[in-house]
């Protein structure tokens, strides 16, 4: 089946404009995740979408980014006046969502990213 | 707080040499999951293995092996016969669920060069 997919694969931006960042995870799965890669930190979590909802924020590193979830399918990533250090690839994950008591955890699905390149 | 480290930075070996990649990790939850992903040089996260607190029986997957001690916090990954196929980096992660996600934590990551 397909799996995580991700648009654009390469965003090169001058410093200063906004750019929107694309995820389809695959069908059937609730469970939607943002991360960034980058050579300085690592991998780092940015957001956890259930559904349409994202009950945690706690990784998005400024006000300048914010993202959305719609029809519990597609998400979307938008950084607002990039800077340079938003330089990274930008990594979305998906999974069926966690069940049972305790809560059983599932693998995430990774898509190959989309590298941004801030000028 | 949640913490993995990978104490390699990088391993060279030669084809069909063993090599252990070492993980440990810090939590305070009781219910935790496990994982190990590899990274290629086409950039994918390929997901490798998961695996929870409460099953520390090792696990075997063809040249693969996982030994996950809960007494010395900490999950190696063993790579039996390695082969050129198998340089990557690769990442160890914790996540503890919770009803606000089961966000992964990663460690830094160990590039394995497997050379012919």
């Known amino acids: 089946g397909a799996g995580v997919s991700q648009s654009p694969s390469n965003k090169v931006t001058e410093k200063g404009k906004d750019v929107e960042l694309r995820c389809d995870p695959i069908?059937?799965?609730?469970?939607l995740y943002w991360y960034r890669q980058s050579l300085g930190q690592g991998l780092e979590f940015l957001i956890y979408?259930?559904?349409?909802?994202?009950?945690?924020k706690s990784g998005l590193p400024s006000d300048r980014f914010s993202a959305e979830r719609t029809g519990g399918s597609v998400s979307t990533l938008t950084i607002q006046r990039t800077q340079q250090e938003d330089s990274a690839v930008y990594l979305c994950?998906?999974?069926?969502?966690?069940?049972?008591?305790?809560?059983?955890?599932?693998?995430?699905?990774f898509g190959p990213g989309t590298r941004l390149t801030v000028t | 707080a949640q913490k993995v480290t990978q104490a390699q930075t990088e391993i060279s070996v030669v084809e069909k040499e063993d090599v252990t990649l070492d993980c440990v990790y810090e939590t305070r939850d009781t219910t935790y999951y496990l994982f190990w992903y590899k990274q290629p040089p086409s950039g994918e996260l390929v997901f490798l293995i998961r695996?929870?607190?409460?099953?520390?029986q090792n696990e075997i997957s063809g040249r693969y092996s996982w030994n996950f001690q809960k007494s010395t916090s900490s999950f190696n990954f063993t790579i039996t016969a390695s082969q050129v196929v198998d340089s990557a980096v690769y990442f160890c992660a914790l996540s503890e669920a919770g009803e606000y996600g089961n966000k992964l934590v990663f460690g830094a990551g160990t590039i394995l060069r497997v050379k012919s």
């Open positions: 994950a998906s999974s069926l969502q966690m069940v049972g008591y305790p809560l059983v955890t599932y693998e995430q699905y």
């Open positions: 695996r929870n607190s409460f099953d520390e």
């Open positions: 069908s059937g799965h609730t469970a």
């Open positions: 979408f259930q559904g349409n909802s994202a009950p945690d």
